[in-house]
């Protein structure tokens, strides 16, 4: 009867913290939606890891013999190697449509402006004591695309990747909620009223082609750090585009996508250990996290108003807040704020495109930090 | 599995100058994400106007 009752004595306060994240993980996911695919493999993952002797993760037994837990194998076969992040990837890629982009190629500014964030943040980390990886892993969090900032931190700060996954994640389903107070603190109500031809371009084939193998040139020959991530993402892009793969292309939208994604999110909740996870560094990751979203906001919006000041054909200075990677919910986000300002302005197709260039933003500032910080 | 360790004590002189470098890496990620962008635009309209109607 002991031996049976053993696991219900030995529940510590912080494990049962942790059931009550897990809950509150799942709750989100279930009820509110947010980011279910992976908060809910997330937040199940850290109730496995909680329970006391958990034999989902490796355990020393009494003998001093290991007894690996397959949590702990995926673990180490999927987030050590970078494997899990880089196939996610692949499967992004071929999710994407760069047309809009390619239509609209002077959107691609706002995907480079608005990731200020990730190195103001990563700035305001080393103050709080964090060595220049552990800052720039939380910095990572602003590239508000998860599987970045899994790469990134699964590089430089293995023992942050929990929390670091969590906030990114969670804040970028919270987008609809943190983007529009910062954008209406930047901006005046006449800025948000500013109108926007849109005249699309055709693009041709070749050009949908030619471009994901253009974009990992460039970005492999000044970052060749940076070739796995954008790679593996354009490799997916070109699957989709190349017009001959269609059945891969399907494969690497669902099967792929659905499979790694579930692998991802229930191996990155095994990182949520009571012991790691409960503690100061956690909050103050998830609070560094925040602050890199708003100031991702802030540059992207600041960069369309410093650019007015040029053009004679002004930009409505929102659609620098879409250039953040979480698609499409900041461009739909910022349509919909047009929209609250005057019904007959229709901002979509620009914030579109703005949106899928912070995608390609993003993946280049991961790139980046991988090649700039030693 | 992994312990976390901050190696500075929060806004001491280790911080600060972790910071400077911090500066360092900033300034030259934004240059090469402006470059690295401005590039793509050049060749996403080169791109354009070579492969029209192709």
């Known amino acids: 009867m002991q031996e049976l009752l053993l696991g219900l004595t030995s529940f510590t306060i912080k494990q049962i913290g942790m059931l009550l994240i897990a809950g ?16 809910l493999p997330i937040g199940f993952g850290a109730i496995l890891v909680n329970i ?10 009494a003998n001093g013999e290991v007894q690996h837990g397959p949590l702990t194998m995926l673990f180490n076969a999927g987030i050590l190697t970078e494997l899990f992040p ?19 190629p002077i959107m691609l500014l706002f995907g480079a402006a608005a990731q200020f964030g990730i190195f103001f943040t990563m700035a305001v980390a080393t103050l709080f004591g ?24 699964s590089q430089f700060a293995k023992e942050l990747l929990g929390p670091i996954s969590v906030a990114a994640y969670s804040y970028m389903s919270l987008v609809p909620i943190i983007q529009p107070p910062v954008i209406r603190a930047l901006t005046t109500k ?45 490799f997916g892009n070109l699957i989709r585009e190349c017009g001959v793969l269609n059945k891969l292309s399907n494969a690497a939208q669902n099967e792929l996508a659905n499979l790694v994604t579930l692998l991802l999110g229930i191996t990155i909740g095994s990182t949520m250990t009571a012991d790691k996870f409960l ?9 560094m996290g925040l602050v890199a979203f708003i100031f ?33 919910m900041s461009a739909r986000v910022i349509h919909k704020m047009g929209q609250k300002e005057d019904p007959s302005n229709f901002l979509l197709m620009h914030a579109v495109s703005a949106n899928v260039a912070g995608q390609i933003g993003s993946v280049i500032a991961g790139g980046l930090i991988l090649a700039l910080v030693k | ?16 100058s972790l910071f400077s470098q911090s500066l360092g890496v900033t300034i030259k990620a934004m240059t090469g994400i402006f470059v690295v962008i401005l590039v793509f635009y050049i060749l996403i309209v080169l791109l354009g106007k070579l492969t029209a109607g192709k």
Do not use: H
Request: proline share 6%; glycine share 6%; no cysteine.
């Open chain 1, 24 to 39: 509150v993980l799942i709750y989100l996911a279930v009820k509110k939606d947010y980011e279910p695919a992976l908060l």
């Open chain 1, 52 to 61: 006391p002797f958990s034999a989902a993760i490796d355990q020393i037994a």
């Open chain 1, 86 to 104: 880089l196939l996610i990837f692949v499967a992004v890629g071929a999710m994407i449509d760069f047309t809009p982009l390619l239509q609209n």
């Open chain 1, 130 to 153: 964090y060595s220049l990886k552990e800052a720039a892993s939380i910095g990572i969090i602003g590239a508000a695309d998860g599987p970045t900032s899994i790469y990134v931190a």
């Open chain 1, 190 to 234: 006449s800025e948000r009223k500013i109108k926007m031809e849109y005249k699309p371009q055709a693009v041709s084939r070749t050009a949908k082609v030619i471009f994901p193998i253009m974009v990992t040139l460039i970005a492999g020959i000044v970052a060749p750090t940076s070739v796995a991530l954008i790679g593996f993402l354009m």
């Open chain 1, 279 to 287: 503690s100061a560094d956690t909050l103050l990751i998830i609070a």
């Open chain 1, 296 to 328: 991702d906001t802030a540059g992207g919006v600041v960069f369309a108003k410093v650019l007015n000041i040029f053009l004679k054909r002004k930009i409505n200075p929102m659609i620098g807040a879409a250039g953040i990677s979480a698609f499409p």
């Open chain 2, 1 to 16: 599995m992994f312990a976390v360790v901050r190696p500075n004590v929060p806004f001491s002189q280790e911080a600060f």
